[in-house]
């Protein structure tokens, strides 16, 4: 299943890319696509809400300035 995020306050491309690296590795995700230029996080998943609260909680830990918002 995909589900499509709104990064709000991603201000750096380099941390785009780190943050799609970390979340790509994460247990339970097939593929992981950040678009730093539309601020756009787009995972797929098996359709899981645990799955869903672990990405949010990594990019909290990551980027604590970043609000993410369900497209």
Same mark, same amino acid.
Do not use: H, W
């Given at each position: 299943?995909?589900?499509?995020?709104? !990064?709000? =306050?991603? #201000? &750096?491309?380099? &941390? %785009? %890319?780190? !943050?799609?690296?970390?979340?790509?590795?994460?247990? =339970?995700?097939?593929?992981a696509s950040?678009?730093?230029?539309? =601020?756009?996080l787009v995972?797929?998943? %098996?359709?899981? *809400? #645990?799955?869903?609260?672990?990405?949010?909680k990594?990019?909290?830990?990551? *980027?604590?300035?970043? *609000?993410?918002? *369900?497209?």
């Amino acid at each position: 299943m995909k589900k499509k995020f709104k !990064l709000i =306050g991603l #201000d &750096c491309a380099n &941390c %785009a %890319a780190q !943050l799609e690296n970390a979340i790509s590795k994460m247990d =339970g995700i097939e593929s992981a696509s950040v678009n730093f230029m539309t =601020g756009k996080l787009v995972i797929e998943c %098996a359709d899981d *809400e #645990d799955i869903i609260k672990r990405v949010k909680k990594m990019i909290k830990k990551e *980027e604590p300035d970043v *609000e993410v918002k *369900e497209v």
